[in-house]
């Protein structure tokens, strides 16, 4: 879909809610997700990132209070316990918990890196700790915390904390979580909250406030560690590396998810709109508001997951693309700008479950996290076959004859079969070439697109076969199943 560059509340407001109607139900999806590390499966992760250390680590943070480490190289895949501060974290709600992850710059030589999490008493925590002399170990007593902001509630808490190409640590704080911006904070430049904070760790204790932010030595009292306010929640936002470009997404109320390009200074809005939406009575052109990038309504989704301009090697085709999703629908998109000033907006793919955050490693790739632990990884989707229109034709059996698999068709049983009339069975499973079940102990294994699962029925003492059933995994999308008789 392509949709113009908003620059003006009204105007164009019924040629973009006519395109978002039926746009991403129009568009084939070109990309499937697949398990990105076989084998390892995450107790609820929100974030991944790779530290600024010259190392392929990654790093994958779990909303209970734990980082884990994990080296994508190694022959056999092994992840450790880097930190567990599970003793103050308190994750009891689905927006609390240990939510964002930054390493310092200069994190190779002084080993510093810096957390935001939710602690006691609905307060936002932003910590610094220390690696141990073990690389894969922090040490847990060096928290030292940095800044505290008092929620008046456990929702919108926002989580992402990013240092800048400007070695500044950018944070992002939601508004509180009232339904309309009850506390009144997406306004008010006085508080933190409905905020992204730009902040100087190293120049002094805790912090200081870098002499170029908007509002350093204002004479109205508001806060001066602000870089930009008015946003619902940016839970999730990240630095184009090639244009230093920093993209937001804001999650919406009842009528948009934003995508944003925040810059110092700048109102985005809320809560007087709400994407391009006026919810003011009084009006909104009295303001000088910045309006979205992009904006979607709630038939494509309910809860914007912010991405990353994808910068990396394997997939030259989104080179240059800001990569984004929705947690409700499950919906990846990329979005890219033109020189017209419109973006184009794709649908590349549909995760299996619920998307709780986007990653990206040493290398510029971007992964997607998924709230049931799994880190996934777009892929070019291969172009779908037709279900063949003979059962000789699938190539499961050499021989239907003698019913005789054909290689790399392999038997299995089911602990509890169905009855089905007193038919008797025979299960075969096939997987893609170079595809891998995704083993986990707690949830159920997943399977690579392209897997068949087949069944074979036969009347009893007998071995003709009366029906044979193929499962065949479609992407994200599910399973299409054929009969042959």
Same mark, same amino acid.
């Given at each position: 879909?392509?949709?113009?560059?908003?620059?003006?509340?009204?105007?164009?407001?019924?040629?973009?809610?006519?395109?978002?109607?039926?746009?991403?139900?129009?568009?084939?999806?070109?990309?499937?997700?697949?398990?990105?590390?076989?084998?390892?499966?995450?107790?609820?992760?929100?974030?991944?990132?790779?530290?600024?250390?010259?190392?392929?680590?990654?790093?994958?943070?779990?909303?209970?209070?734990?980082?884990?480490?994990?080296?994508?190289?190694?022959?056999?895949? =092994?992840?450790?316990?880097?930190?567990?501060?599970?003793?103050?974290?308190?994750?009891?709600?689905?927006?609390?918990?240990?939510?964002?992850?930054?390493f310092h710059p200069d994190y190779k030589n002084n080993g510093r890196?810096?957390?935001?999490?939710?602690?006691?008493?609905?307060?936002?925590?932003?910590?610094?700790?220390?690696?141990?002399?073990?690389?894969?170990?922090?040490?847990?007593?060096?928290?030292?915390?940095?800044?505290? @902001?008092?929620?008046?509630?456990?929702?919108?808490?926002?989580?992402?904390?990013?240092?800048?190409?400007?070695?500044?640590?950018?944070?992002?704080?939601?508004?509180?979580?009232?339904?309309?911006?009850?506390?009144?904070?997406?306004?008010?430049?006085?508080?933190?909250?409905?905020?992204?904070?730009?902040?100087?760790?190293?120049?002094?204790?805790?912090?200081?406030?870098?002499?170029?932010?908007?509002?350093?030595?204002?004479?109205?009292?508001?806060?001066?560690?602000?870089?930009?306010?008015?946003?619902?929640?940016?839970?999730?936002?990240?630095?184009?590396?090639?244009?230093?470009?920093?993209?937001?997404?804001?999650?919406?109320?009842?009528?948009?998810?934003?995508?944003?390009?925040?810059?110092?200074?700048?109102?985005?809005?809320?809560?007087?709109?709400?994407?391009?939406?006026?919810?003011?009575?009084?009006?909104?052109?009295?303001?000088?508001? =910045?309006?979205?990038?992009?904006?979607?309504?709630?038939?494509?989704?309910?809860?914007?997951?912010?991405?990353?301009?994808?910068?990396?090697?394997?997939?030259?085709?989104?080179?240059?693309?800001?990569?984004? !999703?929705?947690?409700?629908?499950?919906?990846?998109?990329?979005?890219?700008?033109?020189?017209?000033?419109?973006?184009?907006?794709?649908?590349?793919?549909?995760?299996?479950?619920?998307? =709780?955050?986007?990653?990206?490693?040493?290398?510029?790739?971007?992964? @997607?996290?998924?709230?049931?632990?799994?880190?996934?990884?777009?892929?070019?989707?291969?172009?779908?076959?037709?279900?063949?229109?003979?059962?000789?034709?699938?190539?499961?059996?050499?021989?239907?004859?003698?019913?005789?698999?054909?290689?790399?068709?392999?038997?299995?049983?089911?602990?509890?079969?169905?009855?089905?009339?007193?038919?008797?069975?025979?299960?075969?499973?096939?997987?893609?070439?170079? !595809?891998?079940?995704?083993?986990?102990?707690?949830?159920?294994?997943?399977?690579?697109?392209?897997?068949?699962?087949?069944?074979?029925?036969?009347?009893?003492?007998?071995?003709?076969?009366?029906?044979?059933?193929?499962?065949?995994?479609?992407?994200?999308?599910?399973?299409?199943?054929?009969?042959?008789?």
């Open positions: 879909m392509v949709l113009p560059m908003k620059t003006k509340p009204q105007g164009i407001l019924l040629f973009i809610l006519a395109l978002l109607g039926s746009a991403s139900h129009a568009e084939a999806q070109s990309y499937h997700l697949r398990p990105a590390f076989i084998g390892l499966s995450f107790e609820q992760p929100i974030y991944l990132t790779s530290a600024a250390d010259r190392t392929q680590r990654l790093f994958v943070v779990e909303k209970r209070g734990t980082i884990q480490v994990f080296d994508p190289t190694a022959v056999e895949l =092994t992840m450790r316990l880097f930190l567990d501060i599970r003793d103050v974290v308190r994750d009891f709600r689905p927006e609390t918990g240990l939510l964002g992850l930054a890196f810096f957390v935001h999490y939710s602690g006691e008493s609905f307060r936002s925590f932003i910590a610094e700790f220390r690696v141990s002399a073990d690389p894969d170990s922090a040490v847990r007593l060096s928290e030292r915390v940095i800044l505290q @902001v008092r929620q008046p509630s456990d929702m919108h808490n926002g989580g992402q904390l990013e240092f800048g190409p400007d070695g500044y640590l950018y944070i992002g704080f939601g508004d509180g979580g009232s339904p309309d911006d009850r506390f009144a904070n997406g306004q008010d430049r006085t508080t933190l909250l409905a905020t992204i904070l730009r902040l100087d760790i190293d120049g002094g204790e805790p912090y200081s406030i870098p002499p170029d932010n908007p509002f350093v030595d204002d004479e109205h009292g508001w806060r001066e560690e602000i870089w930009a306010w008015g946003l619902r929640n940016p839970w999730r936002f990240s630095f184009d590396p090639h244009t230093e470009e920093l993209w937001v997404g804001d999650v919406g109320e009842d009528e948009r998810e934003e995508v944003n390009i925040v810059e110092g200074g700048h109102n985005y809005g809320w809560p007087r709109m709400e994407g391009s939406l006026c919810r003011d009575e009084a009006g909104c052109d009295d303001m000088q508001l =910045t309006l979205p990038v992009f904006e979607y309504d709630h038939s494509e989704g309910a809860a914007i997951n912010g991405g990353y301009v994808y910068r990396g090697r394997r997939l030259a085709a989104l080179h240059g693309a800001y990569l984004f !999703g929705d947690f409700g629908s499950r919906k990846v998109w990329s979005l890219r700008r033109q020189q017209d000033g419109a973006v184009q907006v794709d649908l590349l793919a549909l995760a299996p479950a619920q998307i =709780t955050s986007f990653g990206r490693d040493a290398l510029g790739e971007i992964y @997607v996290l998924t709230i049931d632990g799994e880190v996934l990884q777009l892929t070019p989707s291969p172009p779908t076959q037709p279900p063949a229109a003979r059962l000789s034709e699938t190539g499961i059996f050499v021989d239907l004859a003698t019913q005789e698999p054909a290689a790399g068709v392999l038997p299995y049983e089911v602990n509890v079969p169905l009855w089905s009339d007193g038919a008797r069975k025979r299960r075969y499973l096939s997987l893609p070439t170079q !595809g891998k079940i995704g083993y986990r102990e707690e949830a159920a294994w997943s399977l690579p697109p392209g897997t068949r699962l087949i069944k074979n029925f036969y009347l009893p003492d007998t071995d003709r076969i009366v029906e044979t059933r193929i499962l065949i995994r479609r992407e994200e999308e599910g399973w299409e199943g054929s009969s042959y008789r």
